[in-house]
């Protein structure tokens, strides 16, 4: 069966230090992958966007690998604050006849402490 | 306009109720999405629509209706439901269609639906 698994259901860092999430998927073969940041109560922000063909993708802070080999995509916050603190999702396409659809991973609540 | 904006925010309905929750955006995006999500779970796809149409239905109890009526606004018509269907109802939108897919979604903050 299809599974998107995102490691850890939380991380604790502390504040400055680089934090990095993992999500794995089994039964896929995305043409694509996304990242979202979640607060409580609020819906999905997008972060980044990453490509089958593309290996790594910044944005100020910002860092996504991704690996079709190791059916892999890492993500990682450099110099983390508290207000980074959220969970954390990754999702990718799901695609159904000519349709594409997200489809997201559990999560990962990031807490970064001061 | 860089939102999508969804009414209402709070719905406490009875099992017997008929209500409607509402989506809007004014961005130009060409699909529009619900979603259902749980405590503490990743979102859940239901309804999808490409240029008006709906595209893909995830299996969805016939007590949830989508509506499109035009290309800024999605519906969806709730009759009937169970306790169980409390969630938070989330709905977004893509810029381009779903054959093809270069930008990330835009959510709403979802509607928070309550079932007595």
């Known amino acids: 069966s299809q599974k998107i698994e995102q490691n850890s259901e939380a991380l604790n860092i502390q504040e400055g230090k680089t934090a990095t999430l993992t999500c794995n998927y089994t039964n896929y073969s995305p043409a694509y992958l996304q990242w979202y940041r979640q607060d409580p109560g609020r819906g999905p922000v997008f972060l980044l966007l990453i490509r089958e063909n593309e290996k790594e993708k910044r944005k100020e802070r910002l860092k996504v690998t991704f690996d079709t080999t190791l059916k892999q995509s890492l993500f990682h916050i450099t110099a983390s604050q508290p207000a980074d603190s959220a969970t954390y999702l990754c999702?990718?396409?799901?695609?159904?006849?000519?349709?594409?659809?997200?489809?997201f991973g559990s999560g990962t609540r990031l807490l970064v402490r001061p | 306009d860089t939102e999508v904006t969804q009414t209402p925010k709070h719905l406490v309905m009875g099992m017997t109720n008929k209500k409607s929750l509402k989506c809007e955006q004014h961005?130009?995006?060409?699909?529009m999405y619900w979603y259902k999500q749980k405590a503490k779970k990743p979102p859940e796809l239901m309804f999808v629509y490409s240029y008006e149409k709906l595209s893909i239905n995830e299996s969805v109890p016939s007590r949830f209706s989508p509506e499109c009526p035009n290309s800024s606004l999605l519906n969806l018509h709730l009759h009937a439901l169970q306790p169980e269907d409390s969630a938070l109802y989330l709905c977004?939108?893509?810029?381009?269609?779903?054959?093809?897919?270069?930008?990330?979604?835009?959510f709403g903050s979802g509607t928070r639906l309550t079932v007595v």
């Open positions: 961005m130009g995006h060409r699909a």
């Open positions: 977004a939108s893509s810029q381009e269609g779903t054959s093809q897919i270069n930008y990330g979604y835009t």
């Open positions: 999702a990718l396409d799901g695609k159904k006849d000519s349709s594409y659809k997200l489809i």
